[in-house]
């Protein structure tokens, strides 16, 4: 640097009429709000860097650098790079252009370029974004802008992304303090709290490992392990068997960064090879990103449906250990319909049973790699027990027999698909139909025609 360029930096400095806190695109992270800047201004290490000042009547400066700019904030962690640097004093405004470089303890950030209003400590970045945050995740995008933390504006920082952003949200293993999971956000519009909170706006889409998620709006809380998802949102697993969830809202908790719990209400509905289920609220238990168990209730009933079976209840309860459907039980008026064994007989007419509580149970080791629903293995009716069902008539394959039973419990056992054996337990009653050959029914005899005698012939006098 040579002496008239010393000369113009060391007027700046003692002018100290340069007040400029640096750009950023980070949030929070650990460290208190921070404060206004003073900015001290080197040149670039190519020696190009070319200074000029004017001192305006109010008394402030208009400052301009080209050639290479590097600024640094006194007594603070903050370094800004950029080719060129334009500061108006009476506006406390100031434009950074042109491979824009930012560090702070929080953030790294480059863009083409910047525009700080340094009144409302406000930055924007255009062209080119790219954000690191402490935390390790990264946003891309076209436009941002950035809220400084400065007290006593404001005490978390907030970063609003425009143009269809793309967040990469690195999450830490809080046992091993480790990344663990990435989460990619993208959306029309993302905002970012402190590094912790996200809310994303307009075709937002939501991906995880083996998890795919969308929404017209999303809410994420790194701290709490939760998010929201909502307006016409779906919660997708992809794995070898896949599931799906949608509803009203659907709210995702996370233990450890790993999904362990999805609930959608109301109208949720979650669909898996083995079974769907609708329902006013559907809360789904997963583990390692498979389904193990569903639940459904609200003032709508529950409805589980397969494809052979279909229950209605109050509430129900299905178990799936390794996404293999294992039990289903059903509390409040349940009630259960099913298809006969087509193999044995021929109806229109479905199999059908009530209670209070229906416990169905299926043969998960029988056909466990199969790739089909697991077939039922029992199912129990408790208290108010109803069934209605068919029974095989060995002689007249379309009109098999059907049996009505009720008693306070009813066990059905299955096999090979069809009945095998009923027990009734108390105050048990009970009607049994069946189908009769007519053809060896006795016609009657065809009923005899009299006809009146005929008239006489005679002569009339």
């Known amino acids: 640097m040579n002496r008239r360029l010393e000369s113009t930096v060391a007027l700046l400095f003692a002018l100290g009429s340069v007040c400029i806190a640096p750009a950023a ?13 003073v900015i001290e201004i080197e040149g670039s290490t190519a020696g190009t860097t070319r200074f000029n000042s004017i001192k305006l009547p109010s008394g402030e400066r208009n400052t301009y650098v080209g050639g290479g700019s590097i600024a640094r904030c006194q007594g603070q962690d903050v370094t800004l790079i950029s080719d060129s640097t334009e500061y108006y004093g009476d506006q406390r405004l100031m434009y950074l252009i042109g491979n824009v470089h930012y560090s702070d303890p929080r953030a790294k950030v480059d863009a083409d370029h910047m525009t700080y209003w340094m009144e409302e400590e406000h930055i924007r970045a255009e062209g080119n974004v790219y954000a690191v945050m402490a935390s390790g995740s990264t946003m891309r995008g076209p436009v941002a802008d950035y809220y400084r933390a400065v007290a006593p504006i404001r005490t978390e920082a907030i970063l609003v992304s425009t143009g269809r952003p793309r967040l990469k949200v690195v999450q830490i293993d809080t046992l091993t303090h480790k ?62 068997r896949p599931f799906t969830l949608t509803g009203g809202v659907i709210d995702v908790f996370s233990k450890n960064r790993l999904v362990n719990r999805v609930v959608a ?36 009933r529950a409805h589980a449906t397969s494809p052979d079976r279909d229950i209605v209840a109050d509430s129900i309860d299905a178990l799936l250990p390794n996404q293999r459907i294992h039990e289903i039980i059903s509390v409040g008026n349940a009630y259960a319909t099913s298809v006969p064994d087509t193999a044995t007989m021929k109806t229109d007419e479905r199999d059908w049973m009530r209670g ?7 043969d998960t080791v029988t056909r466990a790699d199969s790739g089909h629903t697991p077939p039922v293995k029992t199912i129990v009716s408790r208290t108010n027990a109803r069934a209605y069902y068919h029974v095989k008539n060995d002689k007249f394959k379309d009109r098999p027999g059907v049996n009505y039973v009720t008693g306070r419990d009813i066990d059905i056992n299955f096999r090979n698909g069809g009945i095998d054996t009923v027990k009734v337990r108390d105050k048990a009653s009970g009607v049994y139909v069946e189908a009769v050959d007519t053809t060896l029914v006795k016609k009657p005899a065809a009923p005899r025609t009299i006809r009146p005698p005929a008239p006489r012939r005679g002569i009339i006098h």
Request: aromatic share 6%.
């Open 25 to 37: 695109l980070a949030q929070r992270v650990g460290p208190a709000p921070g404060s206004k800047c």
């Open 179 to 240: 990344p663990s999971d990435t989460v990619d956000v993208v959306a029309d519009r993302i905002t970012s709290v402190a590094d912790s909170l996200v809310y994303a706006g307009g075709d937002v889409r939501v991906t995880r490992p083996q998890l795919f998620a969308t929404g017209d709006s999303a809410f994420m809380d790194q701290g709490s392990g939760t998010a929201r998802l909502m307006k016409k949102p779906t919660v997708e697993a992809r794995r070898t």
């Open 265 to 300: 209400t109301p109208n949720g509905h979650a669909t898996s090879q083995d079974l769907q289920l609708y329902a006013d609220s559907v809360d789904l238990r997963v583990h390692d990103n498979e389904l193990e168990r569903a639940m459904a209730w609200g003032k709508t």
């Open 356 to 362: 209070d509580t229906l416990i169905a149970t299926f």
